[in-house]
């Protein structure tokens, strides 16, 4: 199928690791060029390094950008992104996540530092890339949740607020963005198989007294579908949800959990 992608430039936040580098592949793979946004220099040119060897004739920026710093640092790099590639047609809002911790475990300066990243930097990513976006015939924003957003859970209780205010924000910027042919939705990945999967684990082996292996089995158990999900699973629905297809699909938010969250999407 072809999902209309090729040639569409698509910017990733946290694209040097984990699920925003598994997006990244699976838009390249679609002939996406891409941006890449990331605190971790070296690690995004190697990303780009891979990608350039296995998928020619794709365009790709590396720029350096900690979320963190807020507008000043945001605006010039997507100024420098789009200075480079020429457009923005896909913005891809994946960087950040949330201490895993129980509320007397988390002291005032990491809540402020995770909230800056998300949602406040995805906020402030939109804001500026959204002149460009408006310029697109295929316009979409793709913001990563989490299912604790729908779902919070005691050992990550920052996790539930982080989330559901990037849902919140998507219902919103859906409404407003509509007139302008820009589509909004968010993945929410359940537990994934990256470093916060191992944290998660190493946690509850800890918690429960248990082998790092069955502390493994004992969470993978809670899984209807029997395993973890992988970034690449996430990486297959945003390359539709950012597809000529799925231009009718916005306001909304996808589980990717293997079936784990037990409410009603």
Known sequence: MDFNLKGRTAFITGASRGI???IAEALAAEGANLGLFGRDLERCEQVAKELRAKYTGIRIAVVPLDLEQGTAA?????????KELGAIDILVNCAGGAYRGRLTEIPDELWEDYFAVKPLGLIRMTR???????????ARIINISGTRGREPGGVSVMSGPINL????ITKA????????????????????DTGRWTELVEITAREKKL?????????VADVPMGRVVVPQDIAGLAVYLASEQAGMITGTAINVDGGRT????
């Open 74 to 82: 945001i605006k010039p790099a997507v100024e420098q992104g789009v």
């Open 165 to 168: 205010g990037t849902l919140s």
């Open 128 to 138: 500026e890339a959204l002149p460009y976006l408006k310029k697109s015939p295929q």
């Open 211 to 219: 082998s790092i292996e069955a502390a493994t089995k004992h969470l």
């Open 20 to 22: 925003g580098k598994a």
């Open 262 to 265: 037990r409410g009603i999407p």
């Open 173 to 192: 910027l859906a409404n407003e963005f509509g007139p302008y042919g820009i589509t909004v939705n968010a993945i929410c990945p359940g537990s994934t």
